[in-house]
């Protein structure tokens, strides 16, 4: 716990010597849960597999108000990890996987995510450092990844206008950053992100387009096919909606990414066109509700020559692709692209194959139609019991595989608050596990189930 204490005394020793006295104005925010999860079967082999964890996560964010349209604001984790193990995988390692040397797992605990400046200028806002990441539209396709950037916005009555540049990725000086090999010191290894947006706000509604580019030219692309050192340009863009039409509330959202690979050898170039889509309705009936959406992302075809046209063309790179995902922050079942059982369970030591292992089944939505029915019922205001049947199979079956089917699984929950920010929640899950598990060896397959229980608390 030292690093926590001596972390906790920076920040207070940092503030106290920017901060008059007459203007010290901190807020915190933030959260913590705590988790547990038993799945039988959660690799999907025919055998009697079963095994459970509980995890947990703080989240504490902090905004320093130092004058006013002046504010400081950082973010960290700290004690995130399964009970009983430190950090993800239970060894001495800190969160990015890597050796702390055996040090004390107490003082590798906290990790801070983000720091960025925020202030006014008469004309909008800026906001400059490490921060939010991909939060745009709804929730589908969001990741709420960590960036170093630089961000102008400006408000008009009901439209908001902004820009913004993210360094995603720097090659100066740095070998093998995140497993992405560039040249050292050379400046044309970097990844950079552009940006603009604009949003029109009325009442019970609103609307908004971002068109991005990235400009990519670490070696993420540079051994498409086994070689040619590619390096990628791609364009994205992004519109939604959401509105509220009497006791109705609906959105959708798409995300269009096209581009292409370039080769600086004589290779053919490789054209990039992937998208997903998002439509979601939601209708209250006195305490209760019925909804439905339906999500998609688009597959690679494994038959097309020179073309991506989904993440999953990446393998377990694919979050690092660019292209559009279902994002990290989706979670629309307990079990198929559950964030809290993939998160926690895949990778438990007691399973060789996880729920997402080869199959984009883990804890972001790839290659994928995915269609949902939901109810729920408030008998009292703190109660909500829900009950969710989906369906999902692969937009581009995988090479040498028979299937195409994911399954069928349905979700039972029932959430009470014990306080206004802090809620119980029980659930159970069970996946009719569909042909494509059997990959492309004929895997005998079955079927699995999750129990869970989680305490949410926020402040």
Not at 28 to 46: I, K, M, Q
Not at 55 to 74: C, D, P, Y
Not at 240 to 252: D, I, K, L
Request: with cysteine; proline share 2%.
């Amino acid at each position: 716990m030292k690093k926590f204490w001596v972390a906790l005394i920076a920040v207070a020793v940092v503030a106290g010597f920017a901060l008059s006295a007459s203007a010290a104005d901190v807020k915190f925010s933030g959260s913590y849960y705590v988790t547990g999860l038993y799945a039988d079967n959660w690799g999907l082999e025919d055998d009697d597999s079963a095994g459970g964890v509980y995890a947990q996560r703080l989240r504490v964010a902090t905004a320093f108000k130092i004058a006013e349209g002046l504010t400081l604001n950082t973010r960290f984790d700290a004690l995130e990890g399964r009970w009983g193990q430190y950090g993800y995988m239970g060894t001495a390692v800190d969160r990015q996987g890597h050796d702390v040397g055996g040090r004390d797992a107490d003082d590798n605990n906290i990790a801070f995510d983000r720091a960025w400046v925020s202030f006014a200028v008469p004309f909008g806002q800026f906001d400059v450092g490490r921060q939010a990441q991909n939060e745009w539209g709804t929730r589908f396709a969001s990741d709420s990844f960590d960036a170093e950037a630089i961000r102008f916005s400006t408000k008009n009555g009901p439209w908001e206008v902004g820009a913004f540049y993210e360094k995603q990725i720097e090659a100066y000086g740095a070998e093998d950053y995140d497993n992405i090999v560039s040249d050292g010191g050379v400046n044309d290894g970097d990844r950079d992100n552009y940006g603009v947006y604009g949003k029109y706000k009325w009442n019970g509604g609103l609307a908004g387009l971002q068109i991005q580019f990235m400009n990519d030219a670490t070696e993420n692309f540079a051994n498409l096919y086994g070689a040619g050192d590619y390096k990628a340009k791609i364009w994205t863009l992004s519109p939604y909606m959401q509105g509220t039409f009497g006791p109705v509330f609906v959105e959708a959202e798409i995300n269009y990414a096209y581009g292409e690979a370039e080769s600086e050898l004589d290779w053919d170039d490789v054209d990039i066109r992937a998208w997903n889509a998002f439509i979601h309705a939601k209708g209250n009936i006195g305490p209760a509700y019925v909804g439905a959406f339906y999500a998609y992302v688009s597959g690679d075809d494994p038959d097309s020559d020179e073309e991506i046209e989904g993440s999953n063309f990446f393998g377990s790179s694919s979050y690092r692709s660019g292209l559009p995902t279902g994002g990290a922050i989706f979670d629309p079942c307990l079990i198929l692209w559950g964030a809290y059982a993939n998160k926690w369970l895949g990778d438990s030591t007691a399973r060789s194959l996880s729920l997402g292992t080869d199959h984009h089944t883990g804890a972001v939505m790839e290659n994928a139609h995915l269609f949902q029915i939901y109810g729920g019922f408030k008998p009292i205001p703190k109660l909500d019991v829900k009950a969710k049947l989906s369906y999902a199979f692969a937009d581009e079956k995988p090479d040498n595989y028979d299937d195409d089917d994911y399954g069928t699984e349905i979700d039972l929950t029932a959430a009470y608050k014990i306080y206004d920010n802090l809620t119980y929640t029980v659930g159970f899950g069970y996946l009719w596990a569909g042909d494509i598990y059997k990959g492309a060896t004929d895997n005998d397959v079955d079927d699995t189930y999750l129990l869970m229980h989680r305490l949410d608390l926020s402040f």
